[in-house]
Structures are given as structure tokens and as C-alpha cells.
């Protein structure tokens, strides 16, 4: 996956169904939220569904979160909503000079510290939970309104 925003819009569209349980949002206002349009919500919402996180009714707004947040890793969330086309989070440039030394062979190179470090990555983000963040944004959110 290339460096990009679907990630943390994931994750901030998660955090506003958990903490509007009681009244959904809906798309236009989780948009307004994100600072995007409600059509780039929706795509992101189907990608959470498809992976199981999310449940949603047609007609209704919002959805609810489909298991507790303690059991939702950013790991997890992450795997929704990366491109299986783009499977890595760094991209070689494409025109390496075959001729040169270093161009013939940057991309082998690169290989297995890019893997490792998408591993690393990847595990490091199962060391967290959707709870976490929310936890974290409400006890912010509360200290900032005293």
C-alpha cells in the first residue's frame, strides 16, 4: 500500500460510529468530521464492511461497530482497507538504469528491508485497538473543555 489517507480516514470513521452508538452519523456528516466528501465515506465504509468491522442497514444512517472495539486492531483496520494492488507501503522508482551497477540491482536490494519493515509495521499496529484510540480522543477532547 503507498503512503495514503484511506488508513486514518478508516480509523477516524470508526471512532465516530463507536462514539455515536446512540445516534449514527451520517455519511455527509462523518465527512464533515473527516474533512472529505460523504462519497469517499461510503467507499471506506463498504471497504470496513467487506472486512467485517462494520454492519450497516440500507436506509439507515452510520453503522455500529460489528465486534467490541478492544477487538479491533488498527492492524485489522489497516488490512480492510489497504489495495491488494498496491501491497507495499514503499513503491521503487521504475527506471532504474539497467547499465549501472546500482540501478541493475537497487530493486533486489530493496526487497527484504521493505518487506521487514512492512512486517514491523504491521506488527506494531496489532498492538493496538481501536478502544485505545477512542479512549485516547475522549480523555483529550475532555482535558481541552475543562
Known sequence: MRVN????VAIHILVLVALNDAHPATSEMMAESVGSHPVVIRQVMSLLKKAGL???QNGLPGGRLSKPQD???????YQAVKNPEESVIFDVHQNPNPK????CNIVSALDMPIL????AMENALKDYTLKDITTYIVEKYSQQNK
Open 100 to 103: 549501472c551497477p546500482v540501478g
Open 54 to 56: 462494520v454492519e450497516t
Open 116 to 119: 521487514h519493515a512492512q512486517d
Open 71 to 77: 477487538e479491533i486492531t488498527l492492524c485489522d483496520i
Open 5 to 8: 489517507t484511506r488508513f486514518t
